[in-house]
């Protein structure tokens, strides 16, 4: 089967009715919600701070002025959903559980903003064509460290920190080296981990410059900590087969324009596929409750299944070529 990622008007009319199509409206929404799916974007020259312990009570305020001072505005973290029921208690509860593993005890700020697509069914003949309205809700709010976590706002490095002020209520200031000189004893470098994780890393770094570009420079040297395996991990699997990654949003969505033509062929048959996805969001779930202590041997003991997972699931490239060199594409597409 023949797959190209541009085409002509005609061409890409016929791919629509051969490949892969699936209505993600719905679908995105419970993964969001049922894997607690979520993207963060860091800030710049903001430092890398540890992961909290699990348990670890997250607030959710209006503003950073609500929260001890001083606090570092780490990044974003950013969901969509397309259905309106409850969704700031979603999107709250799915940032709580995001947040401490970049080292946020707090979010704040949380804003949506409604984006209303429209698509047409019946490609071949425009005039006969059904407008198919659907509205998608993107959350947003800010991934705050307090002072109050622990560890402080210690990490090496400047932070962008609000405090706040009469005027405005905040206002953001750079703050450098936040810990008084001489407060903690210096600490030996860290040491490259070893064994299977090592060797892991190294896998991973294959896919830096497609999907992991923010770790092209850490992934470029030893790994010193399984917790940032798992993070980098994490990070590639939102990618490819979280609600907005590779399989479930650019090949259907993006390429195939699926929610057109949910019947199609394609379409069933990754319907059929679904198993198989929902067996990976377990993976990435059981990911989300490891410490810096279950880490390591969490990878040891799943080595040969993430291997799996990026023999089967991870194109080298987000592009059709590659996507049809995958065992999935092989197994329920071909």
């Not at 950073?64 to 606090?71: G, K, R, S, V, Y």
């Not at 019946?122 to 064509?129: L, Y």
């Not at 750079?174 to 810990?179: A, E, K, Q, S, W």
């Not at 892991?200 to 790994?223: C, F, H, I």
């Amino acid at each position: 089967m023949r797959f190209i990622e541009t085409a002509s008007a005609p061409s890409f009319a016929r791919l629509r009715s051969r490949y892969v199509r699936l209505a993600l409206a719905g679908l995105a929404a419970s993964l969001a919600v049922g894997c607690g799916n979520a993207n963060f974007v860091r800030n710049d020259g903001v430092p890398t701070y540890k992961r909290l312990p699990p348990g670890y009570e997250i607030k959710v305020v209006d503003t950073t002025a609500d929260l001890p001072q001083p606090n570092a505005v780490v990044g974003t973290l950013k969901v969509s959903f397309s259905s309106a029921d409850e969704q700031r208690d979603k999107a709250a509860a799915i940032f709580k559980q995001h947040a401490p593993h970049y080292g946020c005890d707090a979010v704040s700020g949380m804003t949506v903003k409604a984006e209303t697509r429209s698509q047409t069914a019946g490609v071949q003949n425009k005039k006969d064509a059904k407008p198919i309205v659907t509205t998608v809700f993107h959350w947003q709010g800010q991934c705050v460290r307090t002072a109050e976590a622990p560890g402080g706002l210690g990490a090496i490095g400047p932070a962008t920190v609000v405090q706040p002020t009469p005027a405005n209520g905040g206002v953001t200031q750079p703050l450098t080296n936040p810990v008084p000189v001489g407060t903690e004893a210096p600490a030996d470098a860290p040491k490259p981990i070893g064994g299977r994780a090592q060797e892991l890393w190294g896998r991973l770094g294959v896919y830096a410059p497609a999907y992991l570009q923010k770790w092209r420079e850490p992934l470029s040297k030893p790994a010193t900590s399984h917790v940032e395996v798992i993070e980098v991990l994490v990070e590639l699997m939102v990618q490819v087969t979280g609600p907005t990654g590779f399989w479930r949003n650019t090949v259907p969505n993006q390429w195939m324009g699926c929610q057109s033509d949910p019947k199609a062929e394609g379409c069933v048959k990754l319907a059929k596929a679904k198993k198989d996805l929902d067996a990976w969001d377990r993976m990435f779930q059981q990911m989300g409750q490891l410490t810096a202590a279950t880490a390591g041997p969490w990878l040891n003991a799943n080595h040969g299944r993430v291997l799996e997972y990026l023999d089967t699931m991870v194109p080298e490239t987000p592009s059709s070529t590659a996507m049809m060199q995958t065992k999935f594409f092989e197994k329920h597409l071909k």
